[in-house]
Structures are given as structure tokens and as C-alpha cells.
């Protein structure tokens, strides 16, 4: 940095200094040209004022003697009336005197003065002084301040060389013993002795080698006893682990039979299902065949009711034995099947009589699905048998969701001719409505008859997977 500043310094002083003589001289040697063509102007007057055209040309002659002078033009009332190197000062624009004075090309300075008689001007005197001399010294000068420039520019380096191998020389040995310190080897010191800060610096550096080299000493032998308790811990988690891989093995074959025990008790389970499933269907067949010889249409209808009510309990334990759930049933598939069921099994034209079914997804276990099912054939069945004739046409629609209170809601209605106004389903003679009530009550539930342009059934019970949940 400081071999920059002194290359600045010497460039500015070549620069500047050259630049502000020159600019001085050329101010001088304008302010002396000048005065000379005014002092010529003077004389040319004078003589022409008394006529004495001699003294005139004897002031011009003294004029030209002057080797700096390179053209004269003088004119008098507008005409010319003395010219030296005419075509020199026509070349450098003699008469542009209110432009530039100085003409670089022919290193030139233009001057001029008016000629003057009695405050009345009767002329013109241009000259024109060669800058060659002072253009000359100029570069002397510059050559000379150039030289000295670069002895100063040298010196001055060859001094901060100096100087800067005596102040970082020291530095430099405390820049080897830290790589060398970086690398390992903490026997390296800083082996100078003097007082100044380089000094304090070098001594306040092996103080620090020194701690560091008794920290890494005490280090080691930390880091040897851990490793000794690192051996002795690991020895003890590989014991454990080897009772953990031991109990992990024994939990395995623990799982392995309880999955086992699961499985045969599913498949058990299943073999349950499908047996209720086909006992039940045996019980019906049963009903079926003892039917054919019944004559008497209402012991006929018992028989058919019977039937029903067997094969929907059967359903149930088809569904949950053909899913692979055991607990429980999807009831809007076991809905679809079992009134498919009912139209069948009392022949029900569907051409005429429409179903419906608008059931939610929804997952029963058997202890709501019986008798909920049981509820749903025995309501099917009464809109079947009892509320369209033989030509009328109708339409039956299920309806069964959640409600706000995630209550199950469960709604059959139709459009035939209606219930008694007057109807208590707990005081009839009907067995089938009686049944509703009672399973209505085995669920905890409310059923509700509406007679408005046919039968509404509505039966509102909790969810039983909520109660479980709970």
C-alpha cells in the first residue's frame, strides 16, 4: 500500500508540476507579447503621426530582430501597410485573436494591439512570438521532474522493502510456527526476544502453545478413560441387546401363536355364521314346505310372515360370514338384498310398485342388526300386503342415515292407502307391529307412525358404535 501511494505521489508531481509551469510561462510570455505590440502599435503611431514614415520602419525593423517574432502584419486605414511571413500568419489565422491565442500546430502565440492617433484608430498590428524555446524548456523540465519522480518512486519502494522485511520478519516466524502448530506439532516456539509489541506478541504466542499443548495432555487422558468406559458400556449394551434379540424372539413366537389362535377362532367364527346361516335357511325351507299344505289364506300368511322373519335373521349371518369384518355388517348392502327378498316372496309386480332405498354407509354389529332388520321385514312386508291393491300402482322408499345428533335415523314410507288414524302400535292385535314396538325398544329407540298420503314409519335410535367408542 505504501509503494502505491509513493507511485501516486511520483505520478502527480510528474504530471501536475510540468502542467502548472507551462501553464505560467504561456501566461508570461502572453502578458509579454502584449506589451509588445502595444509598444510597436505606439511607435508605428507615432511615426505616422508626424509623418515620419522612417521612424516608423526603423521601429518595425527593431521589431523583427527579435528571433521569437515569426510574422508581423500591420495595416493601415484597411489596407496593408507592412507584412513579415505573411503566409506563416496567414496559416495560423492571424486575424482569430478573440479565439484561441496559442496555435499547437506551428507553436505560435498570437498577440495584437491597435494603432491608435489622438484616441482615433487608424490600424492594425498582429504578431505572432514561437513557443519552440518555452515548449523546449517545458520538456526539459518535464524530463528532469520525470527522473526524479522515478528515483524518488524507487527509493521509496526499496525503503518499504526494507522496512517491511525488518517489521514482518518476526511475523513471518510466527506465521511458520502456527502452520506448523495447525499441523500437529505443538513442540514449535517463536524464538525472538525483543521488547517491542512483536516481542510481547511472540512471548503472549508461546504462552498459548504451551496451554494448549497441557490442555491436549489432559485431553488425551480424558479421552483414554472414556474410551475405556465406552468398552465397558458397550460390552453391557451387547449384553442387553442379546436379551432384547432373545425376548424379541420369544415375543415373536408369542404373537405368531396368539395370530394363530386368532385366525382359528375367526375361521371358527365363521364356521358359526355359516352354520346359524344354514340352520336358519333349514328353518324356513321347513315353513316353505309345510305351506304347500296350508289352504287357509291367513295360516298361509303366518307361515309366509314366519318365513321371513327367519330368512332375514339368516341374512344377517350370511352377510357377516361371507365379510371379512365378523363384527360387523354393511347394512346398505344387507337393505338391497333383503328387499330384493320381499318382492320376490310375495311376488310383487315391479313394474307397478317401486322401490327405493336412500341408505347411508353404514356398519351394524349383530345386536342391532337383527333386530333392525327384523323391524325393516316386518314394515316391508305390512306396505306389501296390506297397502296396495292389485292394480294400483305405488312406490316404497327406505331412507336411513345420521341425523344432527349422529342418532341413527331410519324412515319407510309409502304411498298407499294408510294406517288407522286411531292405530297404538303397543295395543294392537297385529303381531308384526307388536314386534316392531318391542324391537324398537330392544334398541333403545322410538318408532313413529304418520298416516299422510300413505304410511311414514320413522324408528330413531343411538349409534351403537358411539356407545363403544365411549
Known amino acids: 500500500m505504501i509503494s502505491i501511494v509513493i507511485g501516486l505521489i511520483s505520478l502527480f508531481v510528474y504530471y501536475y508540476f510540468p502542467m502548472k509551469m507551462e501553464e505560467e510561462r504561456l501566461i508570461s510570455l502572453q502578458e509579454k507579447a502584449n506589451a509588445v505590440a502595444k509598444i510597436a502599435a505606439y511607435g508605428v503611431s507615432a511615426g505616422l503621426y508626424f509623418e515620419d514614415y522612417a521612424a516608423s520602419q526603423e521601429e518595425i525593423e527593431d521589431l523583427i530582430k527579435n528571433e521569437e517574432i515569426r510574422y508581423v502584419v500591420i495595416y493601415k486605414d484597411d489596407s496593408l501597410y507592412y507584412e513579415y511571413n505573411t503566409f506563416i500568419a496567414v496559416l495560423n489565422d492571424y486575424r482569430n485573436v478573440d479565439g484561441d491565442l496559442i496555435s499547437k500546430k506551428w507553436s505560435i502565440m498570437k498577440s495584437y494591439a491597435p494603432i491608435l492617433i489622438e484616441d482615433k484608430k487608424i490600424g492594425d498590428i498582429y504578431i505572432g512570438y514561437s513557443l519552440t524555446a518555452v515548449i523546449a524548456k517545458i520538456d526539459d523540465l518535464r524530463k528532469n521532474i520525470g527522473i526524479v519522480s522515478l528515483i524518488l518512486f524507487v527509493i521509496g519502494a526499496l525503503g518499504v522493502f526494507l522496512i517491511s522485511k525488518i517489521f514482518t520478519r518476526p511475523l513471518s516466524k510466527i506465521v511458520w510456527a502456527v502452520n506448523k502448530i495447525t499441523d500437529g506439532d505443538l513442540t514449535q516456539r517463536v524464538e525472538i526476544k525483543s521488547n517491542d509489541e512483536v516481542g510481547f506478541l511472540s512471548r503472549s504466542f508461546n504462552d498459548m502453545v504451551e496451554k494448549i499443548a497441557s490442555t491436549n495432555k489432559k485431553m488425551d487422558t480424558i479421552n483414554k478413560e472414556l474410551e475405556n468406559r465406552v468398552k465397558d458400556r458397550t460390552r453391557e449394551l451387547e449384553g442387553t441387546l442379546k436379551s432384547l434379540q432373545k425376548e424379541n424372539i420369544q415375543r415373536k413366537t408369542v404373537e405368531q401363536e396368539i395370530s394363530r389362535s386368532l385366525h382359528e377362532k375367526e375361521v371358527l367364527l365363521k364356521e358359526i355364521h355359516h352354520r346359524v346361516k344354514n340352520n336358519l335357511q333349514i328353518v324356513s325351507s321347513l315353513f316353505f314346505f309345510q305351506s304347500k299344505k296350508i289352504t287357509d289364506p291367513k295360516t298361509l300368511d303366518m307361515f309366509r310372515d314366519g318365513q321371513n322373519r327367519v330368512k332375514t335373521m339368516a341374512l344377517i349371518h350370511e352377510k357377516l360370514y361371507q365379510s371379512g369384518d365378523l363384527a360387523n355388517i354393511d347394512f346398505k348392502e344387507y337393505i338391497k338384498k333383503l328387499t330384493n327378498f320381499l318382492m320376490q316372496s ?125
Open 346 to 470: 310375495y311376488g310383487v309386480n315391479q313394474s307397478k310398485i317401486k322401490l327405493k332405498n336412500n341408505v347411508q354407509k353404514i356398519k351394524l354389529g349383530v345386536d342391532t342388526a337383527v333386530p333392525c332388520g327384523l323391524i325393516i321385514n316386518e314394515l316391508i312386508s305390512n306396505s306389501l300386503k296390506h297397502g296396495f291393491s292389485d292394480t294400483d300402482n305405488g312406490e316404497i322408499k327406505i331412507d336411513m342415515g345420521y341425523d344432527e345428533t349422529n342418532k341413527l335415523l331410519l324412515k319407510i314410507s309409502d304411498n298407499g292407502k294408510g294406517i288407522p288414524k286411531d292405530l297404538k302400535i303397543e295395543e294392537s292385535d297385529s303381531l308384526g307391529l307388536r314386534l316392531v314396538y318391542n324391537l324398537s325398544t330392544q334398541l333403545n329407540g322410538t318408532v313413529t307412525f304418520f298416516n299422510n298420503n300413505g304410511t311414514t314409519v320413522k324408528l330413531l335410535f343411538p349409534n351403537p358404535n358411539l356407545k363403544k367408542a365411549s
